[in-house]
């Protein structure tokens, strides 16, 4: 079954440092999204992702986020000056285009543990 | 703004009885809602979705869920629990936005252990 693919599976970046996380969404979705789940609390939306440019952000995505779809397989979340409250897990997540009126569900990669020291 | 509940922290049930994980929402209208599992270490594994039609889905690994409109819930059932069913819970609400994408919001999980 396709995956969802992100790396790495674990990050260490001093505080202050750019960092860029990567995923590879499932090849024929067309919809893309990053979450976070700081440790121990909700896992929570960030962006999604729609025919390269950016559908829908939440607060927590302020101007050190950035996302990109660099190829035709690759999308990533940059964050330029990391902060020590950015150490969290990230999700990748991609689903497919709507079918009729039915929203396809997300599927979600391994996600990526950053720590910022 | 769109809310999910899972008012259960932790559940132990033994291996072989029956499961029933609760989830309540808050959304003005009919949500999109989902069950994810995640296992230590692993990405979230989507286990059944609700958009419309029959109240009771079924998902994968023997789970099913059922909408109760009236008490704003989405329970997750299992009748029979395995071992390997030890994980963290997740229920979603997905609301929408009017585009074919939609941000989901989560409870804050409840993790299953089970006796042998």
């Known amino acids: 079954e396709p995956e969802v693919t992100q790396t790495p599976s674990h990050q260490v970046t001093q505080m202050g440092q750019e960092v860029i996380l990567r995923c590879v969404p499932i090849?024929?979705?067309?919809?893309f999204y990053w979450y976070r789940q700081i440790l121990g609390q909700k896992v929570e939306f960030l962006v999604s992702?729609?025919?390269?440019?950016?559908?829908?952000k939440s607060e927590i995505f302020d101007d050190q986020f950035s996302v990109e779809r660099p190829d035709g397989s690759n999308f990533t979340l940059k964050i330029r000056s990391t902060k020590l409250e950015d150490s969290a897990m990230y999700f990748c997540?991609?689903?497919?285009?709507?079918?009729?009126?039915?929203?396809?569900?997300?599927?979600f990669g391994d996600g990526t543990r950053l720590s910022i020291l | 703004a769109q809310s999910v509940t899972q008012p259960d922290i932790h559940i132990t049930v033994s291996e072989g009885a029956s499961l029933e994980l609760r989830c309540n929402y808050s959304?003005?209208?009919?949500?999109?809602l989902f069950w994810y599992v995640q296992s230590p270490g692993q990405g979230l594994q989507l286990l059944l979705k609700y958009f419309s039609g029959d109240t009771l889905v079924q998902g994968i690994k023997g789970f099913e869920a059922e909408f109760k409109r009236s008490q704003s819930s989405f329970n997750l059932r299992k009748p029979s629990v395995h071992w390997s069913d030890a994980a963290e819970y997740f229920c979603?609400?997905?609301?929408?936005?009017?585009?074919?994408?939609?941000?989901?919001?989560f409870g804050k999980g409840t993790k299953l252990s089970v006796i042998p």
């Open positions: 959304y003005g209208a009919t949500p999109y």
């Open positions: 979603a609400v997905g609301p929408y936005s009017g585009a074919g994408s939609y941000q989901l919001t």
């Open positions: 992702f729609y025919n390269n440019e950016i559908s829908e």
């Open positions: 090849s024929n979705h067309l919809y």
């Open positions: 997540a991609s689903s497919e285009a709507l079918q009729g009126r039915e929203y396809q569900p997300q599927h």
